[in-house]
């Protein structure tokens, strides 16, 4: 591509007040071929736009650099086409709203910004959309067929979309064809359960293509171009799809294992879901001899909160036991229920039916079962009552349910033993591997992902597969794949309804932004996608390994096998390569080389240091805009370059920056951990842990190891920006200017 370059420097939001605009376009371009500058008071205003149109049209200018407001407002009004690149320079937030007007500094500032923007659009090339030699599917598969499931497969067809059902069980429901009825908002009263109707619609949509007694065998290939092979009835059948809900829902946790609550012990201990499959067989009796139940106990937290079993909350037990309640009360309107509780959980809207139970005679007592007998042939309870600080004993009860909270059916205790990817250190003789909670793989082999990194979800601690909680709550680290309902988290019935409709239109949006050659989440629309210069590889296997997302698998002999649908556009595996043969069209290792080696270094005797901050575009750079925009303060002597993610950082860019002479480097990431805010996961994380290796090269370098630093920031943090800068360059001047200057 030919290019011819315009600037187009606005004046308005203070910055024309701040600067010497006349003396920016001299500075700020020189060693760049400009074919055209233009400043203007309101130029993302119609005039503005129109300019740079008419330029475009009548000029053939094809790369636009707009020096104003931040690239994260306006882009729309800034989008020129395909045809056309456009680059952003900050120069109303980083510069006019956080400096003092018309100094030395502040202009500094301003016109080593415009470099790096220079040189960031002479680097950059027109991105052309990846187009596999396959045809795209758009068709979503939807594993699981229970209340999640089924939605997610009815509000793909509603959309105009086909879906395809792999359902394990012999028919379709889930737990939901075991219940009797549900709580249904606005939380009041109960109502039936509505399976039947789900399941008719499901078989009456031709949209809908439904495989029962099925299970997935391997699900190969990448978004937009999955091959599904299923195991159906004894027989195969192979479907090529789109996207993956998956939506396989939760089992009980294991009451087995509660036997000082009585299970196991006394045949009239049962759990809540054995309590909802009795209720729904047509009447409640006690499982010892069949007679009618007058009083029935109802323990919550049964396991739950409790670090020895599960430490956390499932959040519908408690509505699960006021709702069971309802059915002793109908069966027999003389029954007493009693409900031992630590906390009542009525999460949500739903208060009201907490007062209902009340209302219709159910005795709350807060405490903990200390120990649960027989006598005389009925139970008894012994509890400490926190509220009276006594110990009560409930006696003559009929029934105890347990209510055993909800495990994600990918949990790893399911299942002891799973068939190991191949090479896997630990397998058996037979292939066959033991799952540890941190073995990065899964025992529920529900979807047989034909990955490098295995064959399931990645899972948090608990086991519920992993995903960004804050901004991507259905996206999970395998692209293209969308988890549903209470595979995700514990969640009523209500709640597993909106969860699968949010899956499903997230699958569609991935179906249909693929075939365009689109990224998702979180650079959603993004068009560049990573390019492998194989001629330099060394089958370090770097790349492979450190892909957060699985997008890069390979062949035998180790070389990568890039699948671009599966990529989420993050450069992680260009900041791993050692031998920087990675590269997308509008970020590589090479351009941000040429873009740090913009920055204007001043002399030691003009007591002006530098330094570089490479700042996460996700949490720290809107962090730091939101500093700009409430007007705070920080040095004039640091240089913000945007990184996709922190964990595309180089370790060749801190070399080079202080060989040179700048006098210190901080990297400004997302904050890792359990709890992450990383939207690329691990990258916050392996950045950290490269730069831990940067003292190598400081050593090399005979400079101190305090020159370079790293700082989680949070999207919220703006306020400590300017406090994490200001003492970074307390820092600086300790250790003085880098020997390395004027070299």
């Known amino acids: 591509m030919d290019k011819k370059t315009a600037i187009y420097i606005c004046t308005g939001c203070g910055i024309g007040d701040a600067l010497d605009i006349e003396q920016l376009k001299e500075e700020g371009t020189e060693d760049f071929s400009i074919d055209l500058t233009k400043d203007h008071p309101f130029l993302c205003g119609q005039e503005g736009v129109d300019i740079i149109k008419q330029d475009i049209e009548g000029e053939g200018i094809n790369t636009v650099i707009i020096a104003g407001c931040s690239h994260r407002v306006n882009y729309d009004a800034f989008n020129f086409g395909q045809g056309v690149i456009v680059q952003r320079v900050n120069l109303r937030e980083q510069v006019a709203w956080s400096q003092p007007p018309k100094e030395e500094d502040t202009q500094m500032l301003a016109e080593d910004n415009l470099r790096i923007g220079c040189s960031q659009a002479k680097d950059t090339e027109l991105t ?26 009815l509000e793909t067809a509603k959309a105009g979309y086909q879906a395809v059902i792999v359902e394990k069980e012999a028919s ?7 219940m009797k009825k549900l709580i249904t908002m606005p939380y ?11 399941i008719k619609a499901i078989e009456e949509n031709s949209k809908v293509k439904v495989y029962t007694s099925s ?9 937009g171009l999955y091959t599904v092979d299923i195991k159906a009835n004894g027989n195969g059948a192979s479907e090529r799809v789109g996207a993956v809900v998956q939506a396989t829902g939760w089992v009980p946790y294991d009451a087995n294992k509660l036997g000082h609550l009585g299970y196991g012990k006394f045949k009239d201990v049962i759990t809540n879901v054995e309590m909802e499959e009795m209720a729904a067989a047509g009447k409640i009796t006690r499982p010892s001899d069949g007679s009618e139940v007058k009083n029935v106990l109802f323990i919550q937290c049964a396991g739950s909160r409790d670090p020895e079993h599960l430490p956390y909350c499932s959040s519908v037990c408690c509505l699960v036991s006021m709702k069971q309640a309802t059915y002793v009360k109908e069966q027999n309107a003389e029954a007493v229920n009693y409900v031992l509780y630590k906390d009542v959980r009525t999460v949500g809207q739903a208060e009201d039916f907490y007062r209902k139970a009340q209302n219709d005679g159910s005795v709350f007592i807060r405490g903990e079962a200390a120990n649960v007998g027989e006598a005389g042939g009925k139970l008894f309870v012994e509890a400490d009552d926190e509220l009276l600080g006594e110990r009560v004993k409930i006696e003559e009860l009929d029934l105890i349910v347990l209510a055993v909270g909800m495990v994600p059916a990918s949990k790893p205790e399911t299942t002891p033993k799973i068939k190991a990817p191949a090479d896997t250190e630990g397998a058996d003789e037979d292939g066959m591997m033991e799952v540890m909670p941190d073995s990065g793989f ?11 990194q295995g064959p399931e979800l990645p899972t948090l601690k608990y086991g519920f597969p992993d995903s960004h909680f804050i901004c991507f709550p259905y996206e999970t680290r395998r692209t293209g794949v969308y988890s549903a309902g209470c595979i995700r988290r514990p969640m009523e019935t209500a709640k597993a309804i909106d969860d699968a409709v949010g899956a499903a239109m997230k699958a569609i949006q991935c179906t249909e932004v693929t075939a365009e050659g689109k990224a998702v989440h979180p650079r959603a629309g993004d068009m560049t996608y990573p390019e492998f210069n194989m001629q330099r590889c060394t089958q370090c296997k770097r790349c492979t390994e450190e892909c957060p997302f699985g997008a890069i698998n390979e062949d035998e002999e180790a070389n990568p096998l890039p699948n671009p649908t599966r990529c989420r556009r993050c450069g992680i595996c260009m900041g791993a390569c050692p031998e920087r043969i990675i590269s997308f069209k509008n970020y590589s290792v090479g351009m941000i080389g040429n873009m740090i080696k913009t920055i204007n270094v001043p002399e030691e005797d003009e007591e002006k240091p530098r330094v570089l901050c490479l700042i996460c575009e996700n949490d720290a750079l809107p962090a730091l805009d939101m500093a700009g925009i409430k007007r705070m303060k920080w040095s004039p002597y640091v240089r913000f370059v945007p990184m996709r993610c922190l964990g595309s950082m180089n370790l060749v860019w801190i070399a080079d920056s202080l060989s040179r002479g700048i006098d210190g480097i901080l990297l400004l990431g997302c904050r890792h951990g359990d709890d992450y805010q990383c939207h690329f996961i691990k990258g916050s994380e392996l950045a950290e842990t490269r730069l831990s290796k940067v003292s190598e090269t400081l050593d090399r370098l005979a400079l101190e190891s305090e020159r370079v630093k790293f700082v989680e920031v949070g999207i919220t943090d703006y306020d400590k920006i300017p406090v994490i800068i200001n003492e970074f360059m307390e820092t600086i001047e300790e250790v003085g200017p880098n020997p390395y200057k004027g070299w």
Request: hydrophobic share 40%.
């Open 172 to 178: 379709l429901g889930g737990f939901l064809g075991k």
């Open 215 to 223: 299970t997935v065998e391997k699900i190969s290939g990448a978004p």
């Open 188 to 198: 009041k009263d109960v109502s039936e359960s509505g399976a039947e109707e789900l």
């Open 442 to 452: 899964f025992a529920n082999s529900a979807l047989n992902l034909e990955y490098r």
């Open 128 to 153: 052309e959309p990846f187009k596999a030699e396959e045809e795209y599917s758009k068709d979503i598969l939807v594993v699981g067929g229970g209340l999640a499931g089924m939605t997610a497969a």
